[in-house]
Every structure is written in structure tokens, then in C-alpha cells.
Nanobody, 125 residues
Framework: QVRLQESGPGLVKPAQTVSLTCTVSGTSITADYYYWSWIRQPPGKGQEWMGAIAYNGDTNYSPPLKSRTSISRDISKNQFTLQLNSVTPEDTAVYYC?????????????????WGKGTLVTVSS
């Protein structure tokens, strides 16, 4: 069974960098023809796709967040990590990691097949 589990700090101060890790079990993050996304949902708002890393290591980022976002992976640990720099209170959200097949549009959330439970990140001084 494929499982995704997000981990990271629950509280971050403004201007800091938040690092979130998604640990995957039941499959490899290098399995052909899948990509792994970070998606967030601020309180009372809709979901927002942030970026993704594909099975071959290629990355793609949402243009509004590209300058502040980096996604990397550790194949040995079967994990991928989101770094978001210079956070503000507007970055407060539940952050999810999820998997989809190549060809599924990044924001086509209904067609992601596996999701983590999400982790709340609050940006506050």
C-alpha cells in the first residue's frame, strides 16, 4: 500500500525558511512515469499547487512561487523535500504531498492517486 507522510515544523517565524519532507512507503519515488507534488491549502481557501519532482528528478514550480520554492529528493530514504523561503503569514496553510501520473495536469487534484494527510504550517512571530 502506498503511503505518504508529511513532516516538518508546525510554527515558523516570518522571513524564515520552512522545510517539509514527504516520506513515501509502498513504492519508490523513482517509479516510472509518476510525479510527486506539494500542494497547500490556506485556511478558508482553495488548494494551490506549488511544485513537483518527477520520477527522473525533473522539477517544475508554480510561477508565482518559483523564486521562493525548491524541491529535492533523497532516493536512499525515499523522501522528497520542499523548501519555501522568506515565508510570510500568507504562507500559513496545510501542506500536502501527493502523487500523480505523468500527463495529469498539476492542478487536477481529483486525479492524484495518493495523498498524505497534510501538515499545518503556521507563520507567525
Amino acid at each position: 500500500q502506498v503511503r505518504l507522510q508529511e513532516s516538518g515544523p508546525g510554527l515558523v517565524k516570518p522571513a524564515q525558511t520552512v522545510s517539509l519532507t514527504c516520506t513515501v512507503s509502498g513504492t519508490s519515488i523513482t517509479a516510472d512515469y509518476y510525479y510527486w507534488s506539494w500542494i497547500r491549502q490556506p485556511p478558508g481557501k482553495g488548494q494551490e499547487w506549488m511544485g513537483a519532482i518527477a520520477y527522473n528528478g525533473d522539477t517544475n514550480y508554480s510561477p508565482p512561487l518559483k523564486s521562493r520554492t525548491s524541491i529535492s529528493r533523497d532516493i536512499s530514504k525515499n523522501q522528497f523535500t520542499l523548501q519555501l523561503n522568506s515565508v510570510t503569514p500568507e504562507d500559513t496553510a496545510v501542506y500536502y504531498c501527493a502523487r500523480a501520473q505523468l500527463g495529469v495536469p498539476y492542478a487536477d487534484y481529483d486525479n492524484y492517486d495518493y495523498w498524505g494527510k497534510g501538515t499545518l504550517v503556521t507563520v507567525s512571530s
